[in-house]
């Protein structure tokens, strides 16, 4: 017992966990950890350990590994502590387990015999122990091992072990879904279970089978929404109230749920209507907890199918969302509008201000949760204004996974909306510059087309105009350093196909300018060879125009090296390159006519051109060709592929007995031939109501605005394709275009510009929200429907702006001026500051029941005296708790204080720092501590037990770490 | 669903690591360098949510330790918030004024809690009523020593619940020195059906 420090460890290892917590560098800490390996490796082989020793040992190796480093010598003990007889060395046993060990380890095998056993045991304890196992440790293989009794474990008297069993069996149909298909209905059963807590764990799996096949859980909406109602209603327990809402989380769940089963469906949404509102009305928007659950009503109702009076509450608490000063609130403000615009698109003109604010925000999450809204409600009116925006973002960030995918949003909003081709062309020219090795190769094929095409069947000056920019502008960009490979590419194809078109540059010049591209980008093969092909178009142009071309020294030489590459493709054309300069202007033009990359070139795949030869070699007596799929003696490999898989997935290990053999073997063939023919049919029979469904209700959901959101790929292939390919739609879209050119540009233009100006003005001076502001909202949102409106609309809110913009300038000059901290700290909760003791998030709390308060508060009578003492200790920092601790001997009976200088009473010091504690309490003479410590709250007796308990360990607020002690809850 | 769930310091020592999917050990690492990364700088105004590969880390402070959670894009940010609070909540009972020193010496212990909060990536229990019984049961199994061990080694033979759990409690106001231990007995004996 000597050996007992306060934490109920060894000496030993509390030194470990001080030492490495006061290790001054990595290095060091990787050496203590090293030398505990080695120690650890020792002693755990050793023979005949005591079993608390040996427990211990596992502990140690949980930290060890905790800390990044290798334990895998002592996985096998852990593994032979779950056999174990007691409770809390089995309990140890399996938590080593869990944390050691992934479903996939080989030694998983040695415990699922443990488990089996386990989860038979009388004591409900050892059942949770093992079933908690089982949730992390049980593969695919396993499963079938432990199966039976889990689902008998559903009904086991335990309302723990009914809830751990549901996890459980989630788990499984996570795993494999096919091994539990038959047991589905236990989720339905146990969704009626006694208990709440079961209830709500059920909860998650009937979600996923929920999303997954919708129709036929139709029948449980009335079972959700009496649940719901219930819930709301505040029928379940005390306990599972969290800062006084009614169980939150099973009511988020349950909000999930409703707002799949009612997606869509017209019958099933009014169901929900009456307790949606209720809850909605409920939700307790102070706190985190309310705004959770009011977060969800809003996403279910934006699901199901519209009730105009939902949708009017649902922007109400949108609005206050995005008018709050909490980012976390704001963030989750912007989410709800992008889903919430999706059945109602008018609602985000009120708040485009709100929008813009976010979308300037420093904060980066808030940032691009902006750009997704804005993603959403782009329109061919606003795109202009949003693809700048997104361009500048994506420049000023380096995080390469969300440069990709802004880049891709960038050029799929430049396809679908693009007001002319010139802007589309610089886009993307912009989006190539900065993140031209993210995007995907097509992109830059579908801007070759593009450039090649032109307007389809406009007239072609219009085109020619274009090209030319287009050269112009690559000419521009081309000297510039480090442009990415699929950009260079673009620009050759274009120098070579339209450089000498209009006339404007000489071709020594283009040639030139190509020849600086490929020495410069001398290792990429890919954007040589276009360089290459570039140099012969040019020259080809040149001599088909019957002009005398004159090849460059440097062009020369680049050829020369090229014909001697080890790229074969660069050699080729190289060859092919020098071939052609050496013919005649006619057989050139043949080869390279003038602006024909547009023209298709016939293949005939039947090769009809070699018949007459085939008849005569046949004539001569050859043998004729059978196609491969008709040669006789090769089998059907694909067919002995799908059995090989087919073998494979029977082959598992089997924990039951073999079946008796069967007589009639051609029986097993013919499932596999049956699986391997549904391969072939990839037309699966439940999709097809469902498809129907969504069908029937899209076209009642959406407007205009709505389908404006999808992606229009079709709208885009026919402004791309020939003429003749889509004549009547591709008309009606450059139409709209041309008077879209007509119009508006000049006006979004000068807006644009303008507004940019100005948030950089805003930015320098950080203080008004100038009407310009207004401009940029206006171009965001503004519907080209109704501008009259939005005009009135938009006057109207620059005087409220104003009004906003001088209350926050008077916030920002005034640091925390008094009356909007006041204003914040009651309308929401402060977001969680923890540095600072006495903020009021416990005596929030306070109010609500809380259960160890309940019971204390029969009990204690002293109540209000420890409130205030608790407050005072609150205010006590660190340094003067042990000021108070030193006093404290000379009021308590203390006879033995040692010296914790000398190291040889250490032990000593520790048990008489713990008997004092104790002799103190229970001695009751002690009248600063009596009233204290039964209040909940901030503990001064606990804490400074603890203190003088881990400074006796030697462990003090060094600078390392100097919040070590700190109160978590303040 | 929960990706994992992450205890660190301000400089980046893992106080508390449990993964809910299968993921290399050295893939471990560069998930708790990058966590700690993204969380340690950001200001206290921020959302307590990032952007992390493909899912969402949600972060909160408490003194100087970052409670991160990593969680699927689609899950409600703000009830996760809550439930990292709910999880410290927890935690404060069961140690009274939790602090990181308690974490740092007990880590076995709030693994053993964290077990019965989170299974299997999902929720398991709000209910904290529910919750303090299995601290009870937690706590018995953490501090038994052989002194206790010996005095109700007869009580315990049996299955009976209730017995065991009045010999937890007593385990546990003696380790305590929690005066109001027998009426507590008596209050859980009358209102819990155990």
Aim: proline letters at 4%.
């Amino acid at each position: 017992m000597s050996s007992q420090g306060g934490f109920g460890q060894s000496k030993e290892f509390l030194d470990l966990v001080k030492s490495i917590g006061e290790a001054r560098s990595k290095a060091e800490e990787d050496r203590i950890v090293l030398r505990e390996v080695e120690t650890l490796k020792r002693r755990i082989a050793e023979p005949e350990i005591p079993k608390r020793k040996l427990k211990e040992y596992i502990l140690r190796l949980v930290y060890v590994e905790m800390l990044g480093h290798d334990a895998s010598f002592g996985y096998i003990h852990a593994v032979k502590m779950t056999h174990d007889e007691s409770l809390l060395l089995k309990r140890t046993g399996y938590l080593a387990v869990t944390l050691f060990l992934n479903e996939d380890h080989d030694l998983i095998i040695l415990i699922v015999n443990t488990i089996q056993k386990d989860l038979k045991s009388d004591n409900y304890l050892v059942v949770c122990a093992a079933l908690n196992a089982v949730c992390k440790l049980i593969n695919e293989e396993t499963i079938p091992a432990v199966l039976p009794q889990v689902v008998e474990l559903l009904g086991h008297p335990k309302e723990a072990v009914r809830k751990k069993a549901v996890m459980a069996l989630h788990r499984f149909y996570q795993r494999s879904s096919s091994s539990v298909t038959h047991l589905i209905s236990n989720f339905r059963k146990k969704l009626c279970d006694n208990d709440p807590g079961v209830m709500g764990a059920t909860l998650c799996p009937l979600f996923d089978l929920i999303t997954i096949d919708v129709n036929s859980y139709k029948d449980l909406v009335v079972s959700f929404v009496n649940i719901l109602k219930q819930v709301a209603e505040r029928r379940l327990p005390k306990s599972y109230d969290y800062h006084q809402m009614p169980a939150p989380f099973i009511q988020i769940k349950l909000l999930k749920i409703l707002s799949v089963l009612g997606n869509g469906d017209k019958q099933a949404s009014e169901q929900m209507y009456t307790v949606l509102g209720d809850s909605m009305r409920k939700c307790d928007s102070t706190s985190n907890i309310g705004n959770a659950v009011l977060y969800e009503c809003i996403c279910c109702v934006s699901s199901l199918h519209p009730n105009p009076k939902l949708i009017e509450s649902a922007a109400d608490a949108i609005s206050k969302f995005l008018k709050s000063d909490s980012h976390n609130l704001k963030y989750m403000g912007i989410d709800a509008l992008g889903r919430l615009i999706k059945i109602s698109p008018e609602i985000a003109e009120k708040h485009q201000l709100a929008v813009i604010d976010c979308l300037e925000d420093p904060d980066d999450t808030l940032k691009r949760k902006t750009f997704e809204l804005l993603y959403k409600m782009t329109k061919s009116s606003n795109v202009e204004v949003i693809v700048d925006r997104m361009i500048d973002y994506m420049i000023s960030i380096n995080d390469n996974h969300y440069k990709t995918e802004i880049a891709s949003r960038c050029v799929e909003l430049g396809e679908q909306f693009a007001p002319s081709n010139q802007w589309f062309i610089q886009t993307m020219n912009k989006v190539f510059e900065h993140a031209g090795d993210l995007v995907n190769i097509k992109v830059a094929h579908n801007l070759m087309r593009l450039i090649a095409e032109g307007f389809g069947e406009d007239d072609d000056t219009a085109d020619s105009q274009l090209r030319s920019s287009a050269v112009e502008s690559y000419l521009r960009i081309i000297g510039e350093p480090k442009l990415p490979s699929a950009f260079l590419q673009v620009i050759c194809w274009v120098l070579g196909e339209y450089g000498t078109a209009d006339g404007r540059y000489s071709p020594s010049y283009i040639t030139g300018k190509l020849c600086d591209v490929a020495e410069a980008h001398s290792s990429d093969d890919m954007v040589k060879a276009y360089a290459v092909t570039a140099l012969m178009k040019i020259y080809s142009f040149e001599i088909a125009a019957g002009r005398k071309v004159e090849m460059l020294p440097e062009c020369q030489s680049l050829i020369e090296e090229v014909s001697a590459s080890h790229s074969t493709d660069l050699q080729q054309r190289a060859y092919e390159l020098q071939a052609v300069i050496g013919l005649n202007a006619h057989a050139v033009g043949n080869i390279m006519p003038l602006d024909a990359s547009c023209e298709d070139i016939e293949i005939d795949k039947s090769l009809s051109f070699l018949d007459n030869y085939v008849q005569q070699a046949l004539e001569k007596g050859a043998q004729p060709y059978i196609p491969e799929s008709e040669r006789s003696g090769v089998l059907n490999i694909s067919n002995f592929r799908s059995q090989d898989q087919h073998e494979a997935s029977i082959h598992a290990l089997r924990f039951e007995a073999y079946e008796l053999p069967k007589p009639s073997l051609p029986s097993r063939t013919t499932p596999v031939t049956l699986a391997s023919s549904t391969e072939l049919v990839p037309v699966p029979e439940p999709s097809y109501p469902r498809e129907v469904h969504q069908a029937a209700s899209v076209p009642s959901l959406t407007d205009t605005g709505s389908s404006d959101l999808k992606l229009r790929l079709d709208g885009v292939q026919k402004k791309w394709g020939r003429s003749t390919y889509s004549s009547a739609p591709s008309t009606s879209n450059s139409d709209s275009h041309r008077t879209g050119n007509g119009a508006t540009p000049d006006v979004v233009a000068s807006v644009n510009s303008k507004a940019r100006e100005v948030s950089y003005a805003s930015r320098r001076s950080q203080v008004e929200i100038s009407p310009e502001k207004q401009k940029l909202a206006a171009s965001l949102f503004g519907g080209t429907t109704k501008p009259e409106k939005k005009q009135s609309s938009s006057g109207h809110k620059v005087s409220k702006t104003n009004s906003h913009a001088t209350d926050k300038s008077h916030g920002a000059k005034g640091a925390i001026s008094s009356e909007t901290h006041a204003v914040s700290t009651t309308t929401l909760q402060p977001p969680p500051d923890l540095l600072d003791l006495g903020e009021p998030i416990i005596t929030s709390n306070a109010p609500s029941v809380d259960p160890f308060k309940q019971l204390e508060g029969l009990l204690d009578l002293t109540q209000d005296t420890s409130v205030v003492n608790s407050g005072a200790a609150g205010a006590t920092k660190a340094p003067d708790i042990m000021s108070l601790y030193a006093e404290m001997p000379t009021s308590g009976q203390s006879d033995s204080v040692a010296n914790p200088l000398s190291s040889d009473i250490y032990d000593a010091t520790l048990i008489s720092g713990l008997s004092n504690a104790t002799n103190r309490t229970s001695h009751g003479g002690n009248t600063i501590m009596q009233p204290t410590q039964l209040s909940k709250g901030p503990n001064p007796k606990g804490s400074l037990e603890k203190d003088a308990l881990v400074r006796q360990l030697g462990v003090n607020p060094s600078s390392q770490n100097p919040n070590l002690f700190k109160d978590l809850l303040g | 669903m929960i990706r994992f769930i992450l205890l660190q310091n301000r400089q980046g020592k893992t106080r508390l690591a449990k993964y809910y999917i299968p993921l290399e050990e050295s893939e471990k690492h560069k998930v708790e360098y990058e966590v700690h990364r993204l969380v340690v700088n950001r200001d206290p105004k921020f959302t307590n949510f990032v952007e992390f590969r493909t899912h969402k880390v949600i972060y909160r402070r408490y003194a100087g330790l970052f409670f991160s959670l990593c969680v699927d894009i689609t899950d409600n940010e703000l009830a996760y918030l809550e439930c990292i609070h709910l999880f410290v909540e927890i935690l404060d009972h069961f140690f009274s004024n939790v602090c990181e020193l308690d974490l740092v010496f007990n880590f076995h212990k709030v693994y053993l809690i964290l077990d019965e909060f989170i299974l299997a990536g999902e929720l398991q229990e709000t209910s904290k009523k529910v919750w303090i019984v299995s601290e009870f049961l937690l706590f018995s199994a953490c501090v038994w020593n052989q002194k206790f061990q010996n005095s109700f080694s007869s009580l315990i033979a049996g299955n009976n619940m209730q017995i065991n759990l009045v010999t937890i409690v007593a385990h546990f106001c003696c380790f305590q020195n929690y005066n109001g231990g027998a009426n507590l007995i008596i209050c859980l004996l009358s209102n819990s059906r155990l």
